[in-house]
Each structure stands twice: as C-alpha cells, then as structure tokens.
C-alpha cells in the first residue's frame, strides 16, 4: 500500500453504530485488529465527537462525507448501507482515491470490478483480485454466504449439478427494528392469552381464539409489516416482477459470483422465508451430485473446507440440542445436520444448516477482508 515497512494503516470505519458495524467492532476488538491499524471513526450525523476508545484513547469523528478525510485512508470499511455507498465511492473514485473499499451493502457486488468476500469458500477469487489490481471487496449476502459457508467444499470437489435451498430467515436480516418488532410481537401474543395460560384447566381453543385476534388487532407491526411471531412471511426483499423475490435471485446470481463460476453457473434457487428466529438463517437443501457418494466422503468434503463447520449427527437429539438457532445464535459455528440421500437415489442429497446472520452472514468475511489486506 505504499507505506513504509512495519507503519501501520489507516483504516476508517464508517457505518460502525449499526447492527453490523457494531458486531464487527465487536469482533475486530475480540480479535485484536485495532492494534494492527491506525483506526479512524467517520460519523455522518456526529463528527467532531468523541470517538470509541479501541485502545489508543478517544479521537474525534470525522465526517463521513468529508472526501479529503476519506481519501486519506489507506483502507475504508462501510456498514453504513447502499445509499452511502451509492453516494460516496463513486465520488471518491473519481478524485482518484485508490485505496481499499471494503463494504457490508449490496449496492457494488455484482460490479464487474468488486471482488465478493467469503474467504474461507474463495480465497482463490479473491487472491486472482489482489492480483488483477482489485480495490473493491464486497460482504456477500448473508444467506448466500452463510449457504456456501455450509456446502462450498461440495461445490470445490465439484459434486454439485444443481442446488435448491429454501430458507428459514430470522429478523436480524430485515434490520434491527424488526427484531424489537418480532419480541413486541410475541409479547402480545402471550399477554393477550394469558389470563387462560395461567389456567391449567382453560380451554386450547379459547387460548387458539385470543391468539387469531392479536393477530388482526393488536399486533405491532409497524417495521414488519405483518405479524411474524406466531407465523411466517414466505417473500424476502424486494417483488422482481417475474415471480422472483430479490433474496431468491441472489442466491444463483451472488452465489456463482462467489465460486468463480458466472461463466459456467451451477443453477442454484429455491424460495426464501422469514420466520420468528432472532438472529440465525436456517436452510433446507436439495442437492443434485454429479455421480453419487456415500454420506461419509460427502460429510468429509463438507467438513474439510474450514474450521468452523459443524457436521450434527443426523439423530433426534444432536439435531434438536445442536442444529437450531438457538443453538447456533452468537457463534461462529456453521452447522449442518439431517444430512442423508433422498428417495429419488444416491446422488440426491439433503441438508439442513444454520448459521449466525450477523457473524459469518455479515461482519466476519468483512473483518477477515480487512486482515488479508493489511497481511496479517
Ligand atoms: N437480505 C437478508 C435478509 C439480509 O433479509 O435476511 C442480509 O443479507
């Protein structure tokens, strides 16, 4: 980066006092990353304030559209979102910064010039990208990232012919004001039933009754839009007019960026759901092999691509004390269990996995981005 041996970059965060800037800095203090960078605080509604104290004492924020500020860092990361992002980079391009750009928003990942980040899936990619002059590193869309983070060593061997992935998403992925929603949500539900819980002679069907009326009356759902405790929303992300959500589409599209594999894609598709989990996406797979495997060389392949995989014995109870969001929730684990052919014979295969939405669905590929650059 130009620098002299041994000084340390200059890194500005922009977008940290969100839910995902705030669990990478999390994570980038767990791990001790500040101490390898000169760290910079960009606020666009506080500058001049203090800053976090990372280690070094508090600095002051700067402003985050101050572009003479911005393009005096060797490397920025945003979680700020797409706007910010939409607003920002271009200009910054323009006056000829060429530093690093590391984003959580989706707004530049299908460019041609960005990198999608995911290393332990496509450190190859993203190494072929240091290599051709890339500046742009894109965080991949949680569910795709964490769907790869679970079955990318299926997709290395090249053993997958095709993929269907249906979704179980939790509110984190539509934002932290749906999560406050979802608990306001089942707080309704019980309090509108309790008097009846309380009693053990009540009858199900009155408590049933109770429950359907909060549904129509009584139920926040203002950042929702709909009751999502007690039910589910079976459309994730914008109506693409063609019967696809925004959410389904990414999955082939960002997914085969990911791999390397636009110009050959493996088709990969199914339908998204958000349900009344807080913070982990669970996914259901079909998988088409190539050639069929036995379930111990497929559960190696699975487990041999990075530390963090879980592989659950498909049995009643590792699958319900170990493959759940509640299990999973806060940490790195990528799990994966119910794994076993399907009738159709044994080159089809199904899986289900889970994984942190916040953590390897989010923050994490952007934190080890961030280390990859400054090379340690
Ligand atoms: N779009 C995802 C969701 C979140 O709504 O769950 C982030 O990629």
Redesign the pocket.
């Given at each position: 980066m130009g620098e002299p041996a041994g000084a340390r970059p200059k890194v500005g965060l922009i977008g940290w006092r969100g839910m995902v800037g705030a669990v990478l800095i999390e994570r980038m203090r767990a791990e001790g990353d500040f101490a390898l960078i000169e760290p910079e605080f960009f606020s666009t509604t506080q500058a001049g304030r203090p800053a976090p104290d990372v280690g070094s004492g508090h600095g002051t924020l700067g402003n985050g559209y101050d572009l003479e500020a911005l393009a005096r860092c060797d490397i920025l990361v945003s979680c700020q979102g797409g706007d910010y992002t939409g607003k920002m980079h271009p200009q910054l391009r323009a006056a000829g910064w060429d530093g690093h750009w590391i984003d959580a928003a989706?707004a530049l990942r299908m460019n041609d010039a960005a990198v999608i980040v995911l290393d332990p899936v496509n450190r190859h990619v993203i190494d072929a990208g240091l290599a051709a002059g890339c500046r742009d590193w894109i965080g991949g869309?949680?569910?795709v990232s964490l769907m790869l983070m679970a079955f990318g060593g299926l997709f290395r061997a090249g053993l997958v012919e095709w993929m269907t992935t249906m979704t179980y998403?939790?509110a984190?992925?539509?934002g932290a004001q749906q999560m406050r929603e979802l608990l306001a949500q089942m707080g309704v539900l019980h309090a509108s039933a309790r008097g009846l819980l309380d009693d053990p002679a009540s009858a199900i069907l009155d408590i049933d009754r109770r429950a359907r009326a909060a549904f129509d009356d009584a139920m926040p759902t203002a950042a929702i839009g709909q009751p999502l405790a007690g039910s589910l929303l079976p459309w994730?992300?914008r109506d693409l007019g063609n019967g696809y959500s925004r959410?389904e589409w990414k999955a082939g599209a960002e997914g085969n960026k990911i791999l390397g594999l636009s110009g050959d894609p493996v088709p990969i598709d199914g339908l998204c759901v958000?349900v009344g989990a807080m913070r982990c996406?669970s996914q259901a797979v079909t998988i088409k092999l190539r050639r069929p495997a036995t379930l111990t060389a497929l559960e190696q392949v699975m487990a041999g691509l990075h530390p963090w995989l879980r592989i659950i014995p498909n049995e009643v109870e590792a699958t319900l004390a170990c493959l759940t969001p509640a299990a999973v929730t806060g940490t790195l684990d990528i799990a994966v269990g119910r794994i076993r052919h399907l009738a159709m014979g044994e080159d089809y295969l199904t899986a289900f996995t889970v994984g942190d939405?916040l953590l390897w669905?989010?923050a994490e590929p952007l934190r080890r981005m961030l280390r990859i650059l400054i090379g340690r």
């Open positions: 989706s869309n949680c569910t998403q939790a984190s992925g539509a994730v992300d959410e958000r996406h939405q669905g989010a």
